[in-house]
């Protein structure tokens, strides 16, 4: 995640693979990539996929939008979505 932070900066929407188990050796998983997508101001906006592997949630794809962008398209300021 840490080597993305040059290109979240110019980037305004992006969907990544979140992790809800421990399956792949070393990824971050769910709760991690939405602190981290949070310091950069990116709101989820919609679960693009869902992956189930013998009956088990393993893993979900989200859709990111940066905030300022969100802000735009739908015209509002009133975001519930704050960093204390």
Aim: hydrophobic content about 50%; proline content about 4%.
């Amino acid at each position: 995640m840490k080597g993305s932070t040059r290109l979240l900066k110019e980037t305004k929407l992006v969907v990544i693979e979140l992790p809800i188990v421990n399956y792949n050796l070393n990824a971050p998983l769910i709760g991690e990539v939405l602190e981290f997508m949070d310091l950069f101001d990116f709101i989820p906006i919609g679960v693009t996929e869902i992956h189930i592997m013998k009956k088990i949630l393993v893993q979900i794809d989200i859709a990111f939008l940066h905030k300022k962008d969100f802000e735009i398209m739908f015209q509002t300021h009133n975001i519930f979505w704050r960093r204390n």
